[in-house]
């Protein structure tokens, strides 16, 4: 039912860049703000990214969004064992009127 | 600070009808811009958004699922009530409320804890 595509899973080792990404359509990615959860093993999603590319209060500088065309990014730099967690990317969609979400992507630290 | 939290059965049966409440604090569904929204996740899968209410009472609902859900507010109590109609197992899902402002370009800032609700006879 996802209409965002994710890769399933990603890894890197203490410190490593990781970059997860998001591809979408004209309808979602390509004409709206992309956002990002994060969700730790047994808890809520967390916010991490809102408009693209903006950080809220408290999320660390290691996380940083980005968008082109009708994909997006999420890159985590200095990664950390507490970074260990599924990664979702989202949009409004105007073709379907509603908020899509994607696939997931399992980010482990080797 | 903005809290939520939803309440329901944690068992319903195939063909029964799904009523979730999701009751906050910390802001007012009276104020522009804001609104409430539902999620699920089935387990081990992906997030899934269902419905949207906003402030005016404009209501937003998942096009595979909309014969299916009902969305309403009472802002007296500070609550949002979601309805699903003819649940099925495959139903069976972590559903969570979450906090948007401004129209949600701000993205779904504040969630609830979730609560599990299994589809089963």
């Known amino acids: 039912q996802s209409v965002l595509t994710q890769p399933p899973s990603a890894s890197g080792t203490p410190g490593q860049r990781v970059t997860i990404s998001c591809s979408g359509s004209s309808s979602n990615i390509g004409s709206n703000y992309v956002y990002w959860y994060q969700q730790l093993p047994g808890t809520a999603p967390k916010l991490l990214i809102y408009?693209?590319?903006q950080r809220p209060s408290g999320v660390p500088d290691r996380f940083s969004g980005s968008k082109s065309g009708t994909s997006a990014s999420l890159a985590i730099s200095g990664l950390r064992s507490e970074d260990e967690a599924d990664y979702y990317c989202?949009?409004?969609?105007?073709?379907?009127?509603?908020?899509?979400f994607g696939t997931g992507t399992k980010v482990t630290v080797l | 600070q903005i809290t939520l939290k939803e309440s329901g059965p944690t068992l319903v049966k195939p063909t029964q009808t799904l009523t979730l409440t999701c009751t906050f604090s910390?802001?007012?569904?009276?104020?522009?811009?804001?609104?409430v929204g539902w999620i699920r996740q089935p387990p081990g899968k992906a997030l899934e958004w269902l419905a949207l209410?906003?402030?005016?009472?404009?209501?937003r609902y998942s096009p595979s699922l909309k014969s299916r859900l009902t969305i309403t507010k009472d802002t007296s109590k500070n609550q949002v009530v979601l309805t699903m109609t003819n649940m099925d197992p495959v139903d069976t899902a972590t559903y969570y409320c979450a906090h948007v402002h401004d129209y949600g370009d701000f993205g779904f800032d504040y969630w609830g804890q979730g609560t599990l609700v299994t589809v089963s006879s």
């Open positions: 910390g802001f007012s569904l009276s104020t522009s811009g804001v609104g």
């Open positions: 989202a949009a409004w969609d105007d073709s379907l009127s509603g908020h899509v």
């Open positions: 408009r693209n590319n």
């Open positions: 209410i906003y402030w005016d009472d404009d209501k």
